[in-house]
């Protein structure tokens, strides 16, 4: 059950994470930050993104900044091993 698939996640990650260390795929400040602006929950009525709506979350504890770089990191890495 949850135990299960929790475990497998992060072995998943941690395969990854080594696979993308042994062939130094790293992911670049510019990369984090054109995935954080193109992420709709930071996007205001304008479809633009609001950095007003990016720094109230950070400042309400509704968003975790390294938690979020963490993921962009993993997603992107995983995208380039599995793309």
Same mark, same amino acid.
């Given at each position: ?16 994470? /080594?696979?993308?260390?042994?062939? /130094? ?5 510019? =990369? ?7 992420? =709709?929950?930071? /996007?205001?009525?304008?479809? =633009? ?23 962009? /990191?993993?997603?992107?890495? =995983? ?5």
């Amino acid at each position: 059950g949850f135990e299960r698939s929790f475990l497998q996640k992060r072995l998943d990650d941690a395969a990854l994470s /080594k696979f993308a260390d042994d062939f /130094k795929l790293g992911v670049g400040e510019s =990369q984090i930050r054109d995935a954080i602006l193109k992420k =709709q929950e930071f /996007k205001g009525e304008n479809g =633009q993104f609001d950095a007003v709506r990016f720094k109230t979350l950070v400042e309400r504890g509704l968003l975790n900044e390294a938690s979020l770089i963490h993921d962009i /990191k993993r997603g992107i890495a =995983q995208e380039a091993v599995t793309g």
